[in-house]
């Protein structure tokens, strides 16, 4: 069984190294799934989510050990069920969390057993496999599977940031041409207006053939391939990423796979200078 933990490593670790602190123990709340985790820069924070415990915790930047959770989101109120990935904004100080079917948006700093500040539903499915935010053109992504020609196909539906109740994406991709086969993690470069894709499993094969994390504009739609695109195959480097965060500063791409048990890190400077 997985030991449920957070692991923080130096930027420029490699190979074996260990990490530089864990947070891990009983009093965390940590859950054996943890699907996202991130960072809030502005306010030194650490957010994750607890499926089991329908919750959505808190750490201070630098906890450590057996540290408690500074607040903790989780209540009938909230409406959340099986919260697995999230989202921050901390331009308009939110955060998004998908969760069977629905998108639940609560302010960033909310405690306790509070109700969201709006929910998005779509008829044609949400999904839980990611979601990004882009806070400077005002959009919303999030990987879904959705219904064409009676199959479901992977898909990333765009849609309008504030939007709430039952809303229509604006942009729909999707399609054989993508190469999405099924997501975990997205990650969002907003200065370029691009969303980095994880992908994880097709449903059938633990280890898909022709895995690869992908990046898509939000101007994208329909059935077109990524911008750009990190392959596993045939080198064997990914397996089956699973994480994916964006390092702006020193134009990187960090990518944990879980078969390899590793963090990779890819310099992708295309990405971070090209024209939005």
């Known amino acids: 069984m997985a030991h449920p933990q957070i692991a923080v490593f130096a930027r420029l670790a490699n190979g074996g190294e260990a ?6 123990g009983q009093k965390t709340k940590l859950g054996r799934t943890m ?3 991130r960072y809030d820069a502005v306010h030194d924070e650490i957010y994750v989510t607890n499926p089991f415990a329908q919750a959505v915790l808190a750490f201070r930047g630098a906890a450590g050990g057996e540290e408690a959770p500074v607040r903790i989101i989780q209540g ?5 069920k099986t919260p697995d990935v ?3 904004d901390t331009i308009h100080n939110e955060i998004f969390v998908p969760d069977t079917g629905s998108v639940h948006v609560f ?3 909310a405690q306790g057993d509070v109700a969201p500040l709006r929910t998005l539903r779509y008829s044609g499915g949400l999904g839980q496999g990611g979601i990004a935010v882009d806070p400077i053109h005002n959009v919303m992504v999030n990987a879904a599977g959705i219904e064409v020609d009676g199959k479901q196909q992977a898909a990333l539906l765009i849609f309008n940031r504030t939007d709430q109740g039952d809303a229509k994406p604006k942009a729909i991709i999707t399609g054989p041409k993508t190469g999405l086969i099924g997501t975990r993690q997205l990650s969002m470069y907003p200065q370029g207006g691009y969303v980095v894709v994880s992908q994880i499993t ?5 280890e898909p053939q022709g895995t690869f994390v992908g990046i898509w504009s939000i101007n994208d739609k329909g059935d077109v391939p990524p911008r750009w695109r990190i392959d596993g195959k045939p080198s064997n480097i990914m397996k089956k990423p699973r994480g994916v965060v964006i390092n702006p500063k020193h134009k990187e791409i960090i990518v944990s796979d879980m078969r390899l048990n590793a963090v990779l890190t890819f310099y992708l400077p295309e990405m971070f200078t090209a024209e939005p």
């Open 35 to 37: 699907h996202d985790i």
């Open 202 to 206: 097709s449903g059938v094969d633990p």
């Open 19 to 24: 990490p530089s602190r864990i947070i891990a």
């Open 76 to 80: 009938p109120r909230t409406q959340l």
């Open 107 to 109: 302010k960033l700093g």
């Open 86 to 88: 999230l989202e921050i």
